[in-house]
């Protein structure tokens, strides 16, 4: 009998399959590792706030404010953030502040906003009706100058944030195609302008140590860093995750000490060693599965499939993509008569965006696609998207796993294959990356 692979969609919920005959898994990443913690958040995270990293422990910050902030990421990230403040109120009430002392904001940096019920299940209804809850509009015109940029350009930040004597915030660390890892990201450009947030990413996004899993030298991070010291963050929390979603660990305590904690227990959890590159990768996106986010689930594979190799790229996507997303791609595929790699290296090797009037975000996510699928054919599997939009965003199209495995069997006859059942979850640690796994361009470095 064949052997039974599979891909998690998130919840427990999965999609199992065989590999095509002739074919040889080299790699999969879930049976690899087994959960490492029977340990629960609640447990987890009370060890952490008892031991705090390099700083005073909670309490203690409450009694000497007056007009705290807590700033939490969006339904984009994983982070179980009502379950934390239900852990984490008690500590700053012993130190003299209540519900209605405290000011929640969403760092959505230029994400769009989360309706209700989604703001409901992140925070909990507790604090949407007790704290004030604000979701952060970097074209505000009411944000505050607080740091500079390496190019002497002024950020300006959420004014409740700018304000607050204490700031605290809540997130995760996960690989990032650009950061190295997310989670440091909630000052900059969790609750930065608009402005700001397009110089920094069009900057150093192109920097070939700006890179997943890393943040030695990488300028994307270091720049991120330097404008947090300058807005001050007090105390963070950061849930570190395991290759199956679950939360494993957590730290607490100073932004560096503690996010380099967690980006050394994150490697440790996420890393997975690859000797050589493989022709064929199979990967879900999960935990990133809403619309423009799935992109970054294509970093993994892309790094360890071998050039004219193939990516299936599984997608359990809870709607449609956005119609601004598509109508983006649509536009530099006008724009560049169908060539939009050379298009966006020329954009941004003259430090503009691809397309300067949408979302940084949809940038970035195109700017990724058209990079990933120059060298490596994608073949996308999602119930939400159609065969235009897929062919519209450079991507072979799919209708279920069992006809991408059939139309790759034939293609590639003999191949060695990877499987990343979570493929937001994976940071491939090899000696075998090219110059092409990071998004050169002329005049950069």
Same mark, same amino acid.
């Given at each position: 009998?064949?052997?039974?692979?599979?891909?998690?969609?998130?919840?427990? @919920?999965?999609?199992?399959?065989?590999?095509?005959?002739?074919?040889? #898994?080299? &790699?999969?990443?879930?049976?690899?590792?087994? #959960?490492?913690?029977?340990?629960?958040? %609640?447990?987890?995270?009370?060890?952490?706030?008892? &031991?705090?990293?390099?700083?005073?422990?909670?309490?203690?910050?409450?009694?000497?404010?007056?007009?705290?902030?807590?700033?939490? /990421?969006?339904?984009?990230?994983?982070?179980?953030?009502?379950?934390?403040?239900?852990?984490?109120?008690?500590?700053? +009430?012993?130190?003299?502040?209540?519900?209605? =002392?405290?000011?929640?904001?969403?760092?959505?940096?230029?994400?769009?906003?989360?309706?209700? /019920?989604?703001? @409901? &299940?992140?925070?909990?209804?507790?604090?949407?009706?007790?704290?004030?809850?604000?979701?952060?509009?970097?074209?505000?015109? =009411?944000?505050?100058?607080?740091?500079?940029?390496?190019?002497?350009?002024?950020?300006?930040? %959420?004014?409740?944030?700018?304000?607050?004597?204490?700031?605290? !915030?809540?997130?995760?660390?996960?690989?990032?195609?650009?950061?190295?890892?997310?989670?440091?990201?909630?000052?900059?450009?969790?609750?930065?302008?608009?402005?700001?947030?397009?110089?920094?990413?069009?900057?150093?996004?192109?920097?070939?140590?700006?890179?997943?899993?890393?943040?030695?030298?990488?300028?994307?991070?270091?720049?991120?860093?330097?404008?947090?010291?300058?807005?001050?963050? =007090?105390?963070?929390?950061?849930?570190?995750? %395991?290759?199956?979603?679950? *939360?494993?660990?957590?730290?607490?305590? +100073?932004? +560096?000490?503690?996010?380099?904690?967690?980006? $050394?227990? #994150?490697?440790?959890?996420?890393?997975?060693?690859?000797?050589?590159?493989?022709?064929?990768?199979?990967?879900?996106?999960?935990?990133?599965?809403?619309?423009?986010?799935?992109?970054?689930?294509?970093?993994?594979?892309?790094?360890?499939?071998?050039?004219?190799?193939?990516?299936?790229?599984?997608?359990?996507?809870?709607?449609?993509?956005? #119609?601004?997303?598509? =109508?983006?791609?649509? +536009?530099?595929? $006008?724009?560049?008569?169908? %060539?939009?790699? $050379?298009?966006?290296?020329?954009?941004?090797?003259?430090? @503009?965006?691809?397309?300067?009037?949408?979302?940084?975000?949809?940038?970035?996510?195109?700017?990724?696609?058209?990079?990933?699928?120059?060298? &490596?054919?994608?073949?996308?599997?999602?119930?939400? *998207?159609?065969?235009?939009?897929?062919?519209?965003?450079?991507?072979?199209?799919?209708?279920?796993?069992?006809?991408?495995?059939?139309?790759?069997? $034939?293609?590639?006859?003999?191949?060695?294959?990877?499987?990343?059942?979570?493929?937001?979850? *994976?940071?491939?640690?090899?000696?075998?990356?090219? !110059?092409?796994?990071?998004?050169? *361009?002329?005049?950069?470095?």
């Amino acid at each position: 009998m064949a052997q039974q692979y599979y891909l998690d969609f998130g919840g427990g @919920e999965r999609i199992y399959f065989s590999l095509p005959k002739g074919w040889k #898994s080299v &790699q999969f990443i879930q049976s690899e590792k087994e #959960s490492k913690s029977a340990t629960s958040l %609640n447990e987890l995270l009370q060890k952490a706030l008892s &031991q705090p990293t390099n700083a005073q422990s909670l309490s203690e910050l409450a009694s000497k404010a007056k007009k705290a902030v807590i700033i939490v /990421d969006d339904v984009t990230r994983p982070t179980p953030t009502a379950e934390i403040c239900e852990i984490l109120i008690p500590y700053l +009430e012993e130190g003299g502040l209540s519900l209605e =002392d405290l000011t929640f904001v969403v760092a959505l940096g230029s994400h769009a906003p989360m309706n209700l /019920d989604q703001l @409901e &299940q992140k925070v909990g209804k507790a604090i949407i009706s007790s704290s004030q809850v604000i979701q952060h509009e970097c074209w505000g015109p =009411d944000l505050l100058p607080a740091a500079t940029l390496s190019s002497g350009r002024a950020v300006k930040i %959420n004014p409740a944030v700018a304000k607050a004597d204490l700031k605290i !915030s809540l997130g995760s660390i996960l690989p990032h195609s650009m950061a190295g890892f997310g989670g440091a990201k909630m000052i900059m450009p969790g609750v930065a302008d608009f402005e700001s947030i397009k110089e920094h990413h069009i900057t150093h996004m192109v920097h070939p140590l700006s890179t997943l899993g890393n943040i030695n030298g990488n300028p994307f991070y270091e720049e991120i860093l330097k404008v947090t010291r300058m807005v001050g963050l =007090d105390f963070i929390i950061r849930c570190i995750f %395991n290759h199956e979603g679950g *939360v494993v660990d957590v730290v607490a305590g +100073e932004f +560096e000490s503690a996010f380099t904690k967690g980006v $050394e227990l #994150s490697l440790s959890n996420l890393g997975y060693r690859f000797d050589r590159k493989v022709d064929v990768s199979i990967s879900c996106t999960f935990p990133f599965v809403h619309g423009p986010q799935m992109i970054k689930a294509l970093a993994p594979p892309s790094i360890v499939t071998r050039e004219r190799g193939a990516i299936m790229l599984v997608a359990p996507l809870p709607e449609p993509l956005p #119609s601004g997303f598509l =109508d983006a791609f649509l +536009e530099i595929r $006008e724009k560049s008569n169908n %060539n939009p790699l $050379e298009y966006a290296k020329a954009a941004l090797s003259r430090g @503009e965006p691809v397309l300067p009037d949408r979302a940084v975000d949809f940038n970035m996510a195109i700017i990724s696609t058209v990079r990933r699928t120059a060298e &490596q054919k994608v073949f996308l599997v999602s119930q939400k *998207v159609s065969q235009e939009e897929a062919s519209l965003m450079g991507f072979e199209y799919v209708s279920s796993v069992e006809e991408g495995l059939g139309q790759l069997g $034939e293609a590639y006859p003999d191949a060695d294959v990877a499987i990343f059942p979570s493929g937001g979850l *994976v940071i491939p640690v090899t000696d075998v990356r090219s !110059s092409k796994d990071s998004f050169q *361009v002329s005049g950069t470095q």
